[in-house]
């Protein structure tokens, strides 16, 4: 089993500043991939950024961004903590939804798994 928690989403003003965290727990060898995504109202869910094979800001591999982010968001991991960041700067009202964490990995039987976390939302408005 594999549980993955996302925690740090909230009300802020515009401008303002968010960091959300993904805790990953379980039957998990290696990631291969960590990412957020994001759900608004009405709409489908869409891509805001993800860490790639080994990655994460304090063990190398590369990061990919949305254009609407890019700039804003910083995505990062703690290898010894099996968790993820998203540091969200220079919040806008258009990045209001609920943030998904999401990864892909090997567990200790060798299977390649994909999960989902249930969600946090982040709210950005006066």
């Known amino acids: 089993q594999v549980q993955i928690v996302e925690s740090g989403g909230g009300l802020v003003q515009p401008g303002g500043s968010l960091k959300l965290t993904c805790a990953v727990s379980g039957n998990i060898y290696s990631f291969y991939r960590m990412g957020w995504y994001r759900q608004a109202p009405g709409k489908q869910r869409e891509f805001v950024a993800v860490?790639?094979?080994?990655?994460?800001?304090?063990?190398?591999?590369?990061?990919v961004y949305a254009d609407s982010v890019e700039g804003r968001f910083t995505i990062a991991r703690d290898n010894a903590k099996n968790t993820v960041y998203l540091q969200m700067n220079s919040l806008k009202p258009e990045d209001t939804a609920v943030y998904y964490c999401?990864?892909?990995?090997?567990?200790?039987?060798?299977?390649?798994?994909?999960?989902w976390g249930q969600g946090t939302q982040v709210t950005v408005s006066s």
């Open positions: 860490l790639n094979s080994g990655g994460g800001t304090n063990s190398g591999g590369s990061t």
């Open positions: 999401s990864a892909d990995y090997t567990t200790y039987g060798g299977a390649r798994m994909s999960n």
